[in-house]
């Protein structure tokens, strides 16, 4: 299977277990780009929605373009009723817009997926002129708080972290885009913090796609390894930092 289509194999687990975002970084979103009733706003590869919600809300006619048929309906089951809630269920990629042009287009760790010249070229295209471009990530830090619990985590990884398939976009360049013709791009950043006990960690690092994407004999001693070191500890703690990359284009 496509790296980028193994999320859609687990959309309870997806829908429960990804980490969402702060309330002050949409805020700040919302009031950079003046999303309201008034604004058209596309978010690329919504999953089950951990970003969508607060968009939503602001009455904004809200589209989506979802890859995975079965993240597309958990959305339609979450969101359907919603009068400015649309969504189809595409490839970003090939998909024909139509002409239709956004006020904003967002990404929450999606756009990586996409390549950069289309995920630049492509956005730009669809925008209206003054329209943003967003894109946010989580960074995520589990060392500072139990340095032991960390380095037992990461002996896990060196003996049983062996997936079919590596994570390949960790490289993704989001202050490229004024080489597509956008403004310089603006990086906020906002804190939060996630304590897990050790099923709901396991249950997290299984959304990862590269996770998922471990063979047996090596995907369960991978997880029961990262279970056991975890209930040793009693919980593991996530500093993490939500990021928020702005830019508009002229």
Not at 62 to 71: D, F, K, Q, S, V
Not at 97 to 126: C, H, N, R
Not at 136 to 148: C, F, G, H, Q, V
């Amino acid at each position: 299977m496509e790296l980028r289509k193994v999320f859609d194999t687990i959309p309870e687990q997806f829908d429960r277990y990804r980490p969402r975002y702060s309330a002050e970084l949409f805020a700040s979103l919302i009031d950079y780009a003046g999303i309201g009733p008034d604004k058209t706003v596309l978010e690329l590869g919504p999953g089950t929605g951990q970003a969508t919600e607060p968009i939503l809300d602001t009455g904004c006619d809200y589209h989506a373009i979802e890859l995975g048929e079965h993240l597309y309906a958990k959305m339609k089951e979450k969101y359907g009723d919603r009068k400015n809630f649309h969504i189809v269920n595409d490839d970003f990629i090939t998909h024909d817009f139509g002409g239709q042009k956004f006020d904003m287009i967002y990404s929450a760790a999606t756009i990586q997926w996409i390549p950069e010249d289309v995920a630049f070229g492509k956005t730009f295209e669809l925008l209206k002129p003054g329209g943003v471009l967003a894109m946010m990530l989580t960074s995520s830090d589990y060392r500072s708080s139990n340095e032991a619990l960390y380095e037992k985590i990461q002996k896990v990884y060196a003996e049983y972290y062996k997936p079919e398939t590596a994570y390949p976009h960790r490289g993704f360049r989001y202050t490229s885009a004024p080489e597509y013709g956008y403004t310089e791009v603006e990086r906020r950043e906002f804190a939060g913090e996630r304590v897990m006990d050790a099923d709901t960690y396991v249950a997290f690092s299984g959304t990862h796609c590269d996770h998922i994407n471990i063979p047996e004999p090596y995907r369960t001693k991978f997880f029961t390894g990262l279970h056991d070191a975890v209930a040793e500890a009693g919980k593991v703690v996530f500093k993490d930092t939500y990021v928020l990359y702005l830019t508009r284009k002229p």
